[in-house]
């Protein structure tokens, strides 16, 4: 009778997790720059990180506080903090910044065609400002596809598999699914690797940060967001 219950009160609708950052968009330069910029308001006076380092950083799953801290050169967790805080405020009100960043080829299509499957669509992101992402979304007028945003909690200075993993367990809590009826989405085997210890089917999408060999271990990989009308 318990089990009859629970399933009762669960959803029925599939619940598809999207990575937001360089699964939906394509914000590499605007990542790169928003670290620059903030170097040369705060602390002109530090070395400048070139953009084939910090892709390389990205692509190894360096999360900001890190790549922070090796460009100041300190462990000084209110220094990586304040200099966070900064960058994220640049990120949210920096018009040159939002420019920077690019709506991948073939995502509002894409996206119409999910909703029309009335699938749940959600985005999973890493960044801990939700604001920067409801601009983005509203910037690109695909805010209306998606039904919620899952972030990084602020504080939480995990890796990007334990950030994912967490964020995993509260939009299955959140929506009441069962782990067979949510796919999740993203570019980076850190975003795969919970997912698929999870029980969860898995989708890789090849971007500037990953390789097919690299997400092919943990699910289908498509070449570009729009493999999703194919698959789901």
């Known amino acids: 009778m318990?089990?009859?219950?629970?399933?009762f009160e669960t959803n029925s609708r599939k619940l598809i997790l999207m990575d937001f950052d360089d699964t939906i968009t394509d914000n590499s330069e605007a990542d790169y720059y928003s670290f620059i910029?903030?170097?040369?308001?705060?602390?002109?006076?530090?070395?400048?990180m070139s953009i084939e380092e910090f892709k390389k950083l990205r692509k190894s799953g360096w999360l900001a506080h890190e790549i922070i801290k090796k460009m100041i050169n300190s462990d000084n967790n209110e220094m990586i903090e304040h200099f966070n805080n900064i960058r994220?405020?640049?990120?949210l009100m920096d018009k040159e910044m939002q420019d920077k960043v690019r709506l991948n080829?073939?995502?509002?299509?894409?996206l119409e065609y999910l909703k029309s499957k009335d699938l749940i669509l959600a985005?999973?992101?890493c960044k801990s400002n939700r604001k920067i992402v409801e601009k983005l979304l509203k910037k690109f007028g695909i805010s209306h596809y998606f039904d919620n945003i899952f972030c990084r909690e602020r504080n939480n200075f995990k890796d990007i598999v334990e950030i994912k993993r967490d964020i995993?367990?509260?939009a299955l809590n959140y929506y009441?699914?069962?782990k067979e009826d949510v796919v999740v989405v993203g570019n980076l085997s850190e975003d795969l690797i919970p997912a698929r210890e999870m029980g969860i089917k898995c989708i890789g999408v090849i971007s500037n940060y990953s390789k097919e060999e690299d997400l092919e271990r943990y699910g289908e990989v498509i070449s570009d967001i729009?493999?999703?009308?194919?698959i789901l």
């Open 37 to 48: 910029k903030t170097k040369n308001k705060i602390k002109p006076e530090l070395k400048e």
């Open 226 to 230: 729009k493999g999703l009308k194919v």
């Open 105 to 110: 080829e073939g995502v509002p299509e894409t």
């Open 168 to 170: 995993y367990i509260k």
């Open 176 to 178: 009441k699914v069962m």
């Open 123 to 125: 985005i999973t992101t």
């Open 88 to 91: 994220q405020e640049i990120l």
């Open 2 to 7: 318990m089990n009859d219950k629970r399933r």
